[in-house]
């Protein structure tokens, strides 16, 4: 059975150093393929984009101008997670530590959307308050508290931990 929703996420983080910098280059000349091999996976549906290039790192929601923000609406959490953790974003996912700040609260919320709708960055930003206010729930949470799209049945799911945590004390 299919859902009439789609899963929403957001991820944030603040680079260790501006975007032009040596320090992040990396980083910031593997976004254009990782967003390809994004928008090309199973699964995918919409990711947020700026108006001057071709993907959301010009959107600068808070003061801090090295606080940077994505967004992007999948069919299920199984395709997220599998694009996250399972393909050629891999690698460059497990790079964020030479890249980003560690973060000092939720740094990643995912919400069930009606399909069809697309979430902005202030909905984004307010599920991870929720989850740093709240800790999961129905409204916001992570692949390790996961929550069933609200017209599929089943109980929450207690996937992963933390990748950010992973291996590191």
Known sequence: MESGFRLAQINVGTL????????????????????ALAEEAPGFV???VDDTTAGATDIRPAPDLEFIVNM?????????????????????MARRREWFHR?????????????????TVDEGLSKLWLIDRYGPS???????ARFPAPDMAGLP????PDP?????A
């Not at 992007?72 to 460059?92: G, I």
């Not at 973060?103 to 979430?119: E, F, K, M, N």
Request: hydrophobic share 45%; charged share 15%; net charge negative.
């Open 103 to 119: 973060p000092p609260g939720a740094y990643q919320a995912l919400w069930w959307i009606p399909a069809g709708h697309v979430p």
């Open 138 to 144: 129905p409204k916001a949470f992570t692949f390790k």
């Open 46 to 48: 919409w990711r947020l």
């Open 164 to 168: 950010w945590c992973v291996g590191h």
């Open 72 to 92: 992007s609406v999948w069919t299920d959490a199984d395709s997220l997670f599998e694009f996250v953790y399972r393909s050629a974003h891999t690698p460059f």
């Open 16 to 35: 260790v150093a501006p975007a032009e910098h040596p320090q992040v280059a990396d980083f910031m000349n593997a976004l254009e393929h990782v967003n």
């Open 157 to 160: 799911v207690d996937m992963k």
